[in-house]
C-alpha cells in the first residue's frame, strides 16, 4: 500500500507479456458483483470495431455465402470484405445487397470491380435488448392475428406483407444473437449495457422462440389460401388460434414485469390450452375432406399447437430468468452488505486507535513452533 489510499498490484509476468503491455500503459479494473476484480488491458474500442472478415464470392452457392456472413456478423466482425477473383457483375452485387439486408447495422462504404465493402455502422451498445424483444413480440403476436384472420378471409397482399415482418423478426433476433456474444466476450461491454450475461440468456432464448412464432405465422398464412373446410372447424380454428396468442401475451408479460406467479398461470394455462389443440386436431383428422383441402388445415392446426407450446417455453424461460435475476441480486446484497461491514469495523478501529495496541498478545510465533 502506498498512501493512505492506493494498492500496488503485481501483475504476472507471463500475462503481461502475453497481451502485450509495456511500461507506460494502462489497465482498466472492473468491480464485478460477486466481489471479483477484473483486470483489462483496455483494448480500445477502434481496434474491436476494425475487425474484418472476407467472405469470397466464388462459390457457386449463394446460400453457402450468406451462412458464412451471417455466421461471421453474429461472432462479431464488424467489417465485411465481399472478394472475387473475377469482376462483379450486376446480379452478385444485388446479392451481397440482399445479404446486408438481412441484419441491422452493416451498409456499403466500398466498392471495387472485384470487390464490396460492409461496414457495421450501428453502435452495438445502443441497441436495447429488451426493446428489441418487445419488438418480436409485438410484431409475431400481430402476425399471428392476421394469419388467422386469412382463414376466414383470404388476401394475397396480406400475405405477402407477413413475409416481409417475418424477416423484421429475423433481423431483431439475428443483432440480440450477435449482442449476447458480445456480452459474452467483453465484460466492459456487459457493463456499458446494463445487461449480464445471465440477463441476456432469457433475451436470446426468448428472441429464439419469438422467431419461430413468426415463423408459424407466416406458415398459417401460406396453407389459408388452400382453406375450403366447413365453417364450424374454420371457427373452431379462429377462436384456438386467438386463445394461444392471448397466451403468448399472458407469458410474455410474466417476463416483462418479472412476476413469477403470471409465469406459473401461463404455464398451467398452456398445459390447460393443450386440450383445445388436440380438439382441434381430432376435428380437422375426422372430417371427410379431400387431401387437396384437408391437408392445409391439418398443417395449419399443427402450427398453432406449435405456437402454444411455444408460449409455454417462454412461461418456463420467464421463471427461470426471474429465478436467476432474484439469485444475482442476492448476492449483490450479500457482497454489497459485508463490504458495509468492513467499512464500519475500520470507522470504529479509526475512532478508537488505543485498542489494538491493549490487544494482549497469546503466543510468539517462533520458528519451527508450528503455531499458526
Do not use: C
Not at 293 to 306: K, N, W
Request: without cysteine; aromatic residues 6%; proline residues 4%.
Amino acid at each position: 500500500m502506498t498512501g493512505k489510499s492506493t494498492f500496488v498490484v503485481s501483475l504476472p509476468k507471463k500475462w503481461v507479456g502475453k497481451v502485450n503491455i509495456h511500461t507506460g500503459d494502462s489497465v482498466a479494473m472492473l468491480p464485478l458483483p460477486d466481489g471479483t476484480l477484473l483486470v483489462n488491458p483496455h483494448i480500445s474500442r477502434k481496434d474491436k470495431d476494425s475487425r474484418k472478415r472476407v467472405v469470397s464470392l466464388d462459390s457457386d452457392n449463394p446460400e453457402q455465402t450468406h451462412r458464412e456472413f451471417i455466421g461471421a456478423y453474429l461472432s462479431g466482425y464488424n467489417v465485411f470484405e465481399f472478394r472475387s477473383r473475377t469482376l462483379i457483375d450486376k446480379d452478385t452485387r444485388q446479392l451481397v445487397r440482399r445479404i446486408g439486408e438481412s441484419v441491422i447495422g452493416p451498409q456499403i462504404v466500398d466498392e471495387t470491380p472485384n470487390s464490396i465493402v460492409m461496414r457495421n455502422l450501428l453502435d452495438a451498445s445502443d441497441f436495447s435488448l429488451s426493446k428489441a424483444v418487445k419488438r418480436m413480440h409485438i410484431v409475431a403476436r400481430d402476425m399471428q392475428l392476421e394469419a388467422l384472420a386469412l382463414v376466414q378471409k383470404r388476401s394475397d397482399e396480406i400475405a405477402e406483407d407477413l413475409v416481409r415482418r417475418d424477416d423484421d423478426v429475423d433481423r431483431l433476433a439475428r443483432m440480440i444473437t450477435k449482442q449476447y456474444n458480445l456480452i459474452l466476450r467483453d465484460v466492459s461491454f456487459s457493463e456499458k449495457m446494463a445487461v449480464r450475461p445471465q440477463e441476456a440468456l432469457g433475451y436470446l432464448m426468448i428472441s429464439r422462440t419469438l422467431e419461430r412464432i413468426a415463423d408459424h405465422a407466416v406458415r398459417i398464412a401460406g396453407n389459408s389460401k388452400e382453406l375450403t373446410g366447413p365453417p364450424e372447424i374454420t371457427k373452431l380454428t379462429y377462436d384456438t388460434g386467438h386463445a394461444v396468442v392471448a397466451l403468448l401475451d399472458d407469458a410474455m408479460n410474466s417476463f416483462y414485469r418479472s412476476r413469477l406467479d403470471q409465469a406459473f398461470e401461463a404455464a398451467e394455462k398452456g398445459k390447460s390450452l393443450e386440450s383445445a389443440t388436440s380438439r382441434l386436431t381430432h376435428d380437422v383428422l375426422s372430417w371427410n375432406g379431400t387431401a387437396p383441402t384437408s391437408v392445409p388445415l391439418a398443417l395449419v392446426a399443427d402450427s398453432i399447437e406449435r405456437t402454444r407450446a411455444y408460449a409455454v417455453d417462454i412461461s418456463e424461460t420467464a421463471i427461470n430468468h426471474i429465478f436467476a435475476m432474484e439469485f444475482d441480486a442476492e448476492l449483490e446484497k450479500q457482497e454489497m452488505e459485508k463490504l458495509a461491514r468492513k467499512r464500519s469495523a475500520e470507522h470504529t478501529a479509526s475512532q478508537h486507535p488505543t485498542m489494538a495496541s491493549e490487544t494482549p498478545v497469546l503466543a510468539a510465533e517462533k520458528p519451527g513452533s508450528g503455531f499458526h
